[in-house]
Nanobody, 127 residues
Framework: QLQLVESGGGLVQPGGSLRLSCAAS????????????IGWFRQAPGKEREGVSC????????NYADSVKGRFTISRDNPKNTVYLHMNSLKPEDTAVYYC????????????????WGQGTQVTVSS
């Protein structure tokens, strides 16, 4: 069974940067991320979980929510079974618990299409 673990969250001032990591395990390393698209989602207090970014498996197609375009970058390192979310120019409205999730091959805008989820990492943007 695929397992995902997020890390890299923390407290940062507005305008600052963070890099979140999503480490995958549970399958032979040489086939793990070749089959999975990885999405990043976030959930702020009192709000629904929303999609932030996603990267597909082999063709590495990426997409971003309008609210983070130009500030966030998603990347993956398949030999390390890790997907990263580089977050720059952070704003207070980026404060949320960030989750990574996996589904076969292609990205989806619907969180219900993702079957494996991590436990989340808190990102707080505040002065």
């Amino acid at each position: 069974q695929l397992q995902l673990v997020e890390s890299g969250g923390g407290l940062v001032q507005p305008g600052g940067s963070l890099r979140l990591s999503c480490a995958a395990s549970g399958f032979p390393l040489d086939v793990l991320l070749d089959y999975y698209a990885i999405g990043w989602f976030r959930q702020a207090p009192g709000k629904e979980r929303e999609g932030v970014s996603c990267i597909s498996s082999r063709d590495l197609i990426t997409n971003y929510a309008d609210s983070v375009k130009g500030r966030f970058t998603i990347s993956r390192d398949n030999p390390k079974n890790t997907v990263y979310l580089h977050m720059n120019s952070l704003k207070p409205e980026d404060t949320a618990v960030y989750y990574c999730a996996a589904r076969y091959y292609h990205c989806s805008a619907e969180k219900r299409d993702f079957g494996s989820w991590g436990q989340g990492t808190q990102v707080t943007v505040s002065s």
